[in-house]
């Protein structure tokens, strides 16, 4: 199966890193984090931008708010980081279990010159069911970069092609919109879910 292969794949020297990206989380996200508030992304309900997703729906980050959120910017041309945080996305949302459910998870093209509505529906049809693709003009997927205050760039490879630098971090929204916190490239799992399910709290409290 596909989409197992990539789970493997993904979770290829995790263990390894382990460590170094638990020190690392005690620099960005967690006690020793000292971020500016201007490379903060801003709240979900302070965004604007107009997208489709891999159905054809118009959405939007009014369709984030209510649920916690996790959106992750790449591209289906990525060679390996893209496809390995979806996969790492797939296992945290497998771990999840039933509160999966709870959550809104979005992969957000930012080369939607090759990213059709077709391509992105095929793309994430490889990983959990949860996960969404988003795609739309390049003026709204940049109005959507900026308000994540995330990053990418168009790069011309030797063949003549082109390829895209962008963020590799994931973004972590409580139910409310507010920017908790990032997770990053080959974050372990054991780190990543914690942060998950501290987002997920107040919401999973206050449901009926």
Request: aromatic content about 10%; hydrophobic content about 35%; overall charge negative.
């Amino acid at each position: 199966m596909q989409r197992r292969r990539i789970l493997q794949y993904g979770a290829t020297g995790v263990g390894a890193l382990g460590v170094s990206l638990l020190l690392g989380w005690w620099r960005v996200d967690g006690p020793g984090s000292g971020t500016p508030d201007e490379a903060r992304p801003l709240p979900l309900s302070e965004m604007g931008f107009d997208l489709t997703d891999h159905e054809g729906g118009d959405v939007g980050p009014d369709t984030l708010l209510g649920r916690p959120t996790l959106v992750f910017f790449g591209f289906t041309f990525c060679p390996d980081v893209c496809p390995t945080t979806l996969s790492d996305i797939s296992g945290w949302l497998d771990e999840l279990g039933d509160d999966a459910e709870r959550l809104n998870v979005v992969f957000i093209t930012v080369d939607p010159e090759r990213d059709t509505i077709d391509a992105m529906a095929e793309y994430v049809s490889y990983f959990h069911p949860a996960i969404r693709g988003w795609t739309g003009e390049e003026r709204e997927i940049a109005r959507a970069v900026e308000g994540f205050r995330a990053t990418y760039e168009r790069v011309p490879t030797d063949r003549g092609d082109y390829t895209m630098n962008h963020t590799a971090s994931v973004f972590l929204f409580d139910a409310e919109g507010t920017f908790v916190s990032t997770i990053d490239y080959h974050e372990p799992r054991e780190v990543a879910v914690p942060k998950i399910r501290r987002a997920m709290q107040d919401e999973v409290e206050g449901t009926p």
